[in-house]
Structures are given as structure tokens and as C-alpha cells.
């Protein structure tokens, strides 16, 4: 047996000491309150619950305790979104959220809290552009022979979505008013069931997430017209943003990230958002996001409140035009 030095054993000593007090730091800056939990406003199953799972599992070494998550649906949101408000701040609970949280202040007027007082961003963790899709029988040549065949046309295109409000029926919604294309919006419970129904056919277009689209793009059953992400996405390098054909200026994509209520303790906030920019950087978080079709983000505390803000603003103009 090869026998280790002792400048060898010297190092391996202090970089595992160096870990156990980066370990220690987090318990320290975080108070121990037992089990901490993660609120995913959506049932188990949706992209943000997978997402909240997979950032448990690393949390929980990291902060030396266990971390739970606890799925409260319904509202769009609200009801998990009243559940940690409900809470006491004190136990440093966290919310898991999509891009649905900056659209439902322009849905709901009556919310039951004020989603930029009330509630405080931590850590915007990963995005993901969406793809405009169609059926390649359609014979459609670009995103710009679509735009100019639906001005032309006496009825609108239709498009699928999850549903009203959805992310994708943001997307929708978004396209035509920064495009002038007329599009009839026809709801469905998820993004897939809309998809498929241009796959088959029956709907002209639908705007799912990148991962979800790709398989069938590859296997020829849809054609990717348009990303509306602000630059061209890695996983398609070929298909043209509308930002750079028919809407200058659009960007849109579905994101994630985590919020607490606005009363937790600022250095414990702190604490928490260093300790998720962490897991952020592992490379099997970066790895497993990656083929989800998503892009980490790296924005934390104030600059995700500015972000959120803007997200707010943006959802709140794309309504108000579509009325």
C-alpha cells in the first residue's frame, strides 16, 4: 500500500476542515428551526416541483438538516402562496415559484396579499425559452410567411396553450400583440395536449417549453417557426428568435425561482440565497437542468425583486392589450 505523505495528509486534512466550517457557517447564519421546508404551489409532477426536489436533496447536506417539501395547489398558485404567509417568518420557510407568480397581480384583483410588499425574492434559479410551433404540413416557410399569411387571412390562426393565463397562453398573447398576427386562443389543461393538437392537426399553433418540442421537431412531426428567447437557444441553433424576424425587442420565457415572506430576517435571507447560488453551481443540478431544457440564473435578493418587478410589468401590459 502506497504510503501518504505528510504534506499529502497535511492538505486533505485542512480542505476537509475548510468543509466542515463552510458547513458550520450555514448552520450558523441559519438558525436551526428543525426540518426546513420548501412550499411548491403546484401538484407533484409539475417542472417546479421536480425542480424543488432536486434543490432539497442538495440543501439538506449543506444546511445540515432535513429539508421537506410540501405541495399546496390550487389558485394559480395563491394557495401555496398564502400558506407561507401564513407561516412564521421565523422558520425561514421557502416558496418555490414559476413565471406564474409575476402574471397572477394582473389576473387576480383582489389578491388576498401585495405579491412586491409582502413577499421577497431569494434566488432566480434557472429559465427556458419557448419554441412557436406548426404542423410541417401546414406549408408554412418561415416565421415571416406565417405572420404575413395570418394578417391576410379573414380568421385568425388558432394556438393551444395550458390554459388561459398560462405561460404559454402568455406567450400567445405576446406574439400577437408585438407581431400584429391575429391568433384565437383555445385553452387546454396542459401544454403537451396542446401541442399535440397541432401534431394532428387540428390547432395551427402552440408555444411549448424547448425540451418538451424538440423531440418531435427532430422527429418531424412539428417545425420550428420562431424562439422567443432574446438570443438564439444552444439546443436549436438553427431556428430564429422573433427578436431578430418579426418583433424586435421580444423576449419571453418561463422561469423559476424561490421567494420567502418579506418579514424573514434579512441576514437569514441572505444566508439562504448563498447557500442556493451554491447548489446552483453543482454540476449535477447545472447537468439535470440542462436536460430539462433549462438555463441557470444567477440573480439573487434585490436584483430578483427588480426582476420580478419587471416581469409584473410586463404580464400586466401584455393583458391590458389583449382585452
Not at 426536489?53 to 417539501?69: D, Q
Not at 379573414?154 to 400577437?176: E, K, L, V
Not at 415572506?261 to 434579512?266: E, F, I, V
Request: aromatic share 8%.
Amino acid at each position: 500500500m502506497k504510503k501518504i505523505g505528510k504534506k499529502a495528509l497535511a492538505a486533505t486534512v485542512a480542505v476537509a476542515a475548510l468543509s466542515w466550517a463552510c458547513a458550520g457557517n450555514a448552520r450558523t447564519d441559519i438558525p436551526d428551526t428543525g426540518p426546513l421546508k420548501i412550499i411548491v404551489p403546484f401538484s407533484a409532477g409539475a417542472m417546479i416541483d421536480n425542480i424543488a426536489r432536486k434543490y432539497a436533496e442538495k440543501l439538506s447536506p449543506r444546511l445540515g438538516r432535513p429539508v421537506v417539501v410540501e405541495n399546496r395547489p390550487g389558485a394559480g398558485g395563491m394557495v401555496g402562496t398564502q400558506r407561507l404567509l401564513a407561516e412564521d417568518p421565523k422558520l425561514n420557510t421557502l416558496l418555490f415559484v414559476s413565471s406564474s407568480y409575476a402574471v397572477n397581480p394582473s389576473v387576480y384583483k383582489d389578491m388576498p396579499f401585495d405579491t412586491l410588499k409582502d413577499l421577497s425574492g431569494v434566488a432566480l434559479l434557472a429559465d427556458t425559452p419557448i419554441l412557436m410551433v406548426v404542423n410541417p404540413k401546414a406549408g408554412f416557410t418561415s416565421i415571416q410567411d406565417f405572420v404575413t399569411k395570418a394578417k391576410s387571412r379573414s380568421q385568425p390562426y388558432s394556438y393551444g396553450s395550458a390554459g388561459i393565463n398560462s405561460a404559454t397562453d402568455m406567450a400567445g398573447r405576446y406574439f400577437s400583440s408585438e407581431s400584429g398576427a391575429p391568433l384565437e386562443h383555445i385553452p387546454y389543461k396542459a401544454v403537451h395536449e396542446g401541442m399535440m393538437e397541432v401534431v394532428a392537426g387540428r390547432v395551427d399553433t402552440s408555444f411549448p417549453g424547448i425540451a418538451q418540442a424538440l423531440p418531435y421537431v427532430r422527429d418531424g412531426k412539428l417545425q420550428a417557426l420562431a424562439i422567443t428567447g432574446k438570443a438564439r437557444s444552444p439546443l436549436a441553433p438553427d431556428t430564429p428568435t422573433l427578436n431578430e424576424s418579426v418583433a424586435p425587442g421580444f423576449d419571453y420565457g418561463i422561469w423559476y425561482g424561490v421567494i420567502m415572506n418579506a418579514k424573514t430576517d434579512p441576514a437569514v435571507k441572505q444566508a439562504l440565497a448563498a447557500q442556493i447560488a451554491e447548489v446552483n453551481k453543482d454540476p449535477e443540478i447545472r447537468q439535470w437542468l440542462e436536460g430539462q431544457g433549462l438555463t441557470t440564473r444567477t440573480e439573487t435578493l434585490q436584483a430578483f425583486d427588480a426582476y420580478i418587478a419587471s416581469e409584473i410589468s410586463k404580464y400586466g401590459k401584455i393583458l391590458n392589450t389583449q382585452k
